[in-house]
């Protein structure tokens, strides 16, 4: 084996590690995006500057050398570039990694072909090929929505195939009544507390974590739904007019419960009104006997339901509006929850008794009372089975940390979710602690939420710590402008988390207010 062989075995092997990376770096980004190539395009105008590193260029130098048919030095100088940006490469932690799933197998394999074929049609010409591989390193997103739209075809068959057996699952099963839940903030939390309060008296199935795509219901159904479950309880997730929709088409939902619609997405959704039309497919798509459950505290609600003309029966509930169907009165706080009445518009009352915080939460469990009650469940055991409902993993959960108590409220953020967790750290008597990297996929109106944000923040914290010099810009802006000085900016959370320490010495309260994806790493 001559050397120039030998140099060009070990030339693309530094090159595979190195490209490797890159291209596993995108999939990861492609899966977050859900797959979605127009949404992976958007996240790589927006970080290729981040991705494509100033040392990227290193590689065009032995590029050159192999256009000058020096191919000894070319391999030299190429593995050598490619090794130092491989140990160059700066570490990220990652908070969800990438999962393995089937279809990511098919996409990398998928990945594999393309690179053999371009790479192996190429090497008889050195320099092309070579220039190639430079390119896939340097543009290793563009490869993988490549690969990807290679797949669609193969995908959408597989999909289709996994929603019709789905589909004929639930339509064997018959008996099942299928309670559909949607909204822009919400919809995981009554979930798993409506979920809690009917498996008291049903056997109860739902749609597990974030299952909430066309896809997520379908493993749900195909995976977990068994002739014995008498309720199946969907959570309906949508980023775009059609989504909610789409799920219904598989589930048939019965009952149907709206959460809130607020400004969330808008990336994708464009305007709000694309967002209140897309919520308002789940009450739509019920059927005449059917019941849309809608929360009348949400102007938004409110304002589609105006417009709309259901064919199903509509059962409304609020803490703030009377004239609804199940009316939240006389409601009570402390730091172990709170307690509030429900009156029926047919005059009955019955007392309710939460370790919930937050009005947001008792309009949630006022959507289960609802259900609950229309399912035949009296009163008097809807209360029992409400003081059994625990507060969702990172949706304004309450943990104890030495002197410091957390309010983790890092699952998501909204405009609406992020003025109630704070409305509830007012509350608290202790020293309190702002941590958050602000709000995202507001579209236009980013800047002016989380500047809004800042300036509530900083009438009710002793100390807030950002978390992103970029992402949280609008807050600092805000923070400025308001002369309010006790606020730092991190890099990361890690970080933010470690200037928390210095609090440690006194009893303080810290609302931990989202926690941002890996896409959106700085």
């Not at 939902?253 to 959704?269: M, R």
Request: aromatic share 10%.
């Amino acid at each position: 084996m001559t050397l120039v062989a030998v140099l060009q075995i070990v030339s693309i092997t530094v090159w595979a590690i190195y490209a490797g990376r890159k291209l596993i770096k995108s999939v990861h980004m492609l899966q977050l995006n859900s797959y979605r190539n127009l949404r992976l395009w958007n996240w790589y105008k927006g970080n290729y500057k981040r991705t494509i590193r100033f040392m990227d260029v290193l590689p065009i130098v032995p590029l050159i050398l192999f256009a000058m048919d020096k191919p000894v030095w070319g391999h030299i100088v190429w593995i050598a570039a490619f090794l130092l940006l491989t140990l160059t490469v700066p570490k990220e932690i990652e908070k969800k990694k990438l999962v393995y799933t089937a279809r990511v197998k098919r996409l990398l394999t998928t990945t594999a072909i393309l690179l053999i074929v371009l790479i192996g049609a190429l090497l008889l010409w050195t320099s092309f090929a070579f220039f190639a591989m430079y390119a896939v390193a340097l543009l290793a997103t563009v490869f993988i929505l490549l690969a990807n739209t290679v797949n669609k075809p193969i995908e959408h068959q597989i999909n289709n195939y996994y929603i019709s057996d789905a589909r004929k699952k639930i339509e064997r099963h018959a008996g099942t009544q299928v309670i559909g839940i949607t909204g822009s903030f919400g919809k995981t939390s009554v979930k798993h507390f409506l979920s809690t309060v009917l498996s008291q008296s049903y056997h109860v199935l739902m749609t597990p974590e974030s299952y909430n795509t066309p896809m997520g219901v379908t493993k749900t159904i195909r995976t977990y739904l068994q002739p014995t479950h008498e309720i199946f309880i969907s959570e309906m997730g949508a980023k775009q007019k059609g989504d909610i929709k789409e799920i219904c088409d598989i589930v048939h939902p019965k009952y149907g419960i709206i959460t809130a619609i607020g400004e969330q997405h808008l990336e994708t959704f464009k305007s709000l009104e694309n967002v209140k039309a897309t919520k308002f497919e789940l009450a739509e798509a019920l059927p005449a006997d059917g019941v849309a459950f809608l929360n009348l505290d949400d102007e938004n609600v409110v304002d589609q339901l105006r417009k709309s003309n259901l064919r199903c029966k509509v059962v409304t509930y609020g803490s703030r509006n009377p004239d609804t169907d199940y009316y939240a009165e006389h409601i009570r706080y402390s730091r172990n929850g709170c307690a509030f009445a429900v009156r029926l518009r047919n005059g009955a009352v019955q007392e309710f008794e939460t370790a919930l915080l937050g009005e947001h939460n008792i309009q949630n469990l006022l959507a289960c009372i609802a259900v609950g009650d229309t399912l035949g469940i009296p009163l008097s055991k809807l209360a029992i089975y409400i003081r059994k409902v625990k507060p969702v993993k990172h949706r304004l959960e309450l943990k104890k940390n030495g002197n410091l108590t957390i309010l983790d409220d890092s699952f998501n953020s909204n405009p609406v979710g992020s003025k109630a967790a704070l409305a509830v750290l007012a509350q608290m008597p202790e020293k309190k602690i702002l941590v958050t990297p602000g709000m995202i996929e507001l579209g236009a109106k980013e800047y002016e939420y989380n500047y809004a944000f800042a300036e509530a923040a900083a009438k009710v914290c002793d100390y807030i710590i950002l978390v992103g010099p970029k992402q949280t810009k609008p807050m600092q802006d805000a923070l400025q402008a308001a002369g309010y000085a006790n606020f730092r900016v991190a890099k990361h959370l890690q970080e933010g988390l470690q200037f928390l320490q210095g609090f440690t010495e006194e009893h303080t309260v810290v609302l931990l207010e989202n926690d941002l994806p890996d896409n959106y790493n700085e």
